[in-house]
């Protein structure tokens, strides 16, 4: 059966450990753009940080899903969506935070903007360049976020028992980051919304992934890959384990996917 669309993760996934595109995994996605295969990147991170990334010519040519699927743009396809949380499931997050968790560290993305009521120095702990722009608790209990970030709880397990039921919980670097959507959003919905517009089976669909956020995706996709730097979970229910990030694993698969259509185990 052939492959009709790719979706390829950022981080650990086509990006390797400087946070760059390889030049053979750059030369492989523009083969596959000229071949006309659908190209769909799938990350969590917002349009801002993904344009430091990719180049024009990839993020013209590709589907872009931001915020694990809380954001869809192509400008071919018309797609603009975007999928937020409530402001009054927003300020119940805050207030269990602030009454069970004191030490955390809270921040929304609204719509490609990143805000805080703390001060919060991210630059530390992730690569970034610049902070979100702290502003008011009461104006942060006003908006709809399209995706919540939360750190340093002290028991996530806990924090996803109160919630999971009501929103999206999702868990990634290495534990350290709790990623919270609305309910009905993840990178498998918005793929599912894809592969209906560009009258693609799933079953054709590859998807590359290393992290907790790309599960329900690999058990929706036809052909899952992970990565050689995965988590567990994805490689015991991967279609094929390709190299790591930092090893060009992305490009040793399309390298077949261009050439056949196929994948070569």
């Not at 993760?9 to 760059?20: A, E, H």
Request: a negative charge; hydrophobic letters at 40%.
């Amino acid at each position: 059966m052939q492959i009709q669309a790719v979706v390829l993760d950022l981080d650990g996934t086509l990006l390797n450990s400087n946070k760059q595109v390889s030049e053979r995994n750059m030369s492989e996605l523009n083969r596959m753009i000229e071949s006309g295969m659908p190209i769909i990147i799938a990350t969590a991170r917002p349009p801002r940080a993904v344009k430091r990334f990719l180049p024009d010519e990839i993020l013209a040519s590709s589907i872009m899903v931001y915020y694990n699927g809380a954001m869809i743009v192509n400008e071919h396809l018309k797609l603009n969506e975007h999928y937020s949380i409530s402001s009054q499931l927003s300020s119940r997050i805050i207030d269990y935070l602030i009454e069970h968790e004191p030490k955390h560290w809270f921040s929304i993305e609204v719509e490609d903007e990143w805000y805080c009521f703390q001060e919060i120095d991210y630059t530390s702990m992730m690569n970034i360049t610049s902070n979100p722009k702290q502003i008011d608790l009461t104006r942060v209990r006003e908006v709809h976020p399209t995706k919540i970030l939360v750190s340093n709880l002290d028991s996530i397990e806990s924090f996803t028992r109160e919630f999971e039921q009501v929103c999206t919980v999702i868990t990634t670097d290495s534990n350290s980051l709790t990623q919270i959507m609305r309910r009905d959003v993840s990178k498998e919905t918005a793929i599912s919304l894809l592969s209906r517009l560009l009258d693609i089976s799933l079953e054709r669909i590859a998807v590359f992934g290393d992290d907790y956020n790309d599960i329900g995706l690999f058990k929706a996709c036809g052909y899952p890959i992970a990565m050689g730097n995965a988590i567990p979970q994805l490689k015991d229910i991967a279609y094929h384990i390709t190299d790591t990030n930092d090893d060009d694993g992305v490009a040793v698969v399309l390298e077949s996917i261009v050439n056949e259509r196929n994948i070569k185990k």
